[in-house]
């Protein structure tokens, strides 16, 4: 089984891309928690609230913690974690953040058989959280990672958000739906 995929924003079939890792990475399909990380009081950092407030208006089945409304920041994910952990213990979490990268990565968005840690981008030292990550690369690494704060595309962050909660929905939608078997149904004369 593959570690990790990456998928380019850009490309139109990046949500499809995203909802199948999904299914292989959640092979045994269990019910998935959302951990969407991070904050909207900075735009390079938004874009795990963005997919969390997009994943609620869709309405799709499942927990959801993160949105722009109710953001679990990188100080609460500690907080956040353990409270997953007790209240749905049998699920698998699918953490969501913002990251940093190369500037060939900027627009990538990667989903991870693992944890991801919160926070490496900005030099902070926290849990890992997740057992599968999605994570986007909305700017390019620097030595301060002034970029992230500063000059990331609203545009970018927003069509990245886009995508992943698309592949999610979908993802939610495929192992929710039931599956018949013929072999169960009479026909009645």
Do not use: W
Not at 24 to 36: A, D, G, K, Q, T
Not at 95 to 104: M, Q
């Amino acid at each position: 089984m593959e570690n990790s995929y990456s998928f380019s924003s850009f490309n139109a079939y990046a949500s499809n891309g995203i909802s199948e890792a999904l299914k292989v990475l959640n092979h045994n399909n269990r019910s998935p928690v959302i951990i969407c990380i991070g904050s909207d009081l900075v735009l390079g950092d938004s874009l795990g609230p963005l997919v969390g407030t997009l994943l609620t208006n869709y309405n799709i089945d499942a927990y959801i913690y993160g949105t722009l409304k109710s953001p679990v920041t990188a100080k609460e994910v500690n907080c956040a974690t353990k409270h997953v952990k007790s209240v749905h213990p049998n699920t698998i979490t699918i953490a969501v953040d913002a990251a940093v990268g190369n500037e060939d990565d900027v627009g990538i968005i990667r989903v991870i058989n693992g944890s991801l840690k919160p926070g490496l981008g900005v030099n902070k030292t926290l849990d890992a959280v997740g057992d599968i990550s999605i994570i986007g690369v909305v700017s390019e690494r620097s030595e301060k990672n002034y970029k992230l704060f500063n000059l990331t595309r609203l545009n970018l962050v927003y069509m990245m958000a886009e995508k992943i909660a698309l592949g999610i929905r979908d993802y939610i939608i495929s192992v929710s739906q039931p599956t018949y078997c013929l072999s169960n149904f009479r026909l009645q004369a």
